[in-house]
């Protein structure tokens, strides 16, 4: 079975781009809130990062827990739920919908509150390598349903529907490598009209090959501001 890359599947942007789990809180370079929207006349709370992540309305706390091993049936999806075969990430947010980085994670924002830079500035093993993980992602705001980023070896162009769900992402890596997308089927949402549960189908393809098609289930646990 083909892995794929965790940075791919955030973002999801993180993505998605999948950001890294959270378990501290941090502050915003500049200054800048990320609000945009709040809940007024009845339209549900937005923010840029909330966004981003595709969330609306008043989000603390999202588990996302993704599985590797997926089998789709006629009927239903067969899951290895392995501990091996799924990863975890839980990322927050404050009152106001702006994402809550951790403690060596740092974040830039644009003139609107958008985030267009993330950096991980975790310390490395000393007995590997005496300096900091430098991983980065830089994002290009092209509209609000189209993000490009770059960074972490691929640049990548994902596209949001009205509903703030991710339709899909390409991915082309800034070296030899595999070329990979992926399509989103929506199975579940909660009250609040954010997902619960999504079936991903990958293609990956290297120089000369044929595609490769696996898929992955991402299912999301919602905590939300009372």
């Not at 992540?53 to 996302?64: C, D, G, M, P, Q």
Request: hydrophobic fraction near 30%.
């Amino acid at each position: 079975m083909k892995r794929i890359h965790p940075s791919l599947l955030a973002l999801t942007v993180l993505t998605s781009l999948l950001l890294p789990a959270c378990s501290g809180s941090g502050g915003h370079d500049g200054g800048m809130d990320a609000i945009y929207s709040a809940d007024t006349d009845g339209q549900p709370f937005e923010s840029a990062d909330l966004a981003l992540l595709e969330l609306r309305h008043r989000v603390k706390r999202v588990t996302k827990t993704t599985y590797y091993n997926v089998t789709p049936g006629p009927d239903s999806v067969a899951i290895d739920t392995a501990a091996v075969n799924r990863f975890e990430t839980i990322v927050y947010f404050d009152s106001l919908g702006n994402y809550v980085p951790r403690r060596d994670e740092r974040i830039v924002r644009d003139e609107l509150g958008r985030m267009k830079r993330w950096e991980d500035h975790r310390p490395n093993l000393r007995r590997l390598h005496g300096g900091y993980l430098k991983d980065t992602l830089s994002y290009t705001h092209l509209s609000p349903n189209v993000i490009q980023s770059d960074g972490m070896g691929d640049f990548a162009v994902t596209v949001y529907d009205d509903r703030r769900r991710i339709v899909g992402q390409y991915t082309d890596p800034h070296v030899d490598g595999d070329h990979t997308a992926v399509f989103n089927i929506y199975r579940a949402e909660d009250p609040h009209g954010n997902w619960t549960e999504r079936l991903s189908v990958w293609t990956t393809q290297s120089a000369g090959s044929r595609p490769h098609v696996s898929y992955t289930l991402d299912r999301r646990d919602i905590t939300y501001y009372r």
